[in-house]
């Protein structure tokens, strides 16, 4: 079965960038489906992944990741982040928001101490905290 799958998918090598795929359990409503990712090492088939942000703690197999002409990950920046992480860690450090949901306050007041959620967090309040309300805290 292995043999008749060589030649299906093309191979990757290291320092290819590649593409993960990313559970809908571990990705929040607004974070992209996949994840960008170079391989640091390769072993019999099996491949050691990197972000930006460090390394996949766990290897993976070359149908797990598919292949892409986008170049924009080198080995060398990967591996002075140095630290390993699981997908879901990943996905949040990359995330444009916090993780699986917005982070949102429920202020009655104008948010304009840190008794807010979002002013604490350095964020500004969005269209979900308070609809409606008068607020200080938009950035």
């Known amino acids: 079965m292995v043999q008749q799958g060589e030649g299906i998918l093309p191979p990757v090598k290291m320092g290819d960038d590649v593409l993960l795929d990313i559970p809908i359990f571990d990705r929040g409503r607004g974070d992209p489906p996949r994840l960008i990712a170079v391989v640091v090492e390769e072993k019999e088939g099996i491949l050691r992944v990197a972000t930006k942000h460090g390394f996949l703690d766990r290897w993976l197999e070359r149908n797990s990741v598919h292949a892409t002409a986008h170049k924009s990950l080198m080995v060398e920046d990967a591996r002075t982040s140095g630290s390993e992480h699981s997908l879901h860690e990943l996905v949040r450090m990359d995330s444009v928001g916090v993780g699986q949901g917005y982070r949102r ?13 979002c002013r604490k967090n350095n964020l500004g309040c969005n269209s979900a905290c308070h609809p409606g309300r008068c607020c200080a805290n938009k950035k």
């Open 105 to 117: 306050c429920s202020c009655r007041q104008n948010c304009a101490t840190n008794r807010c959620a």
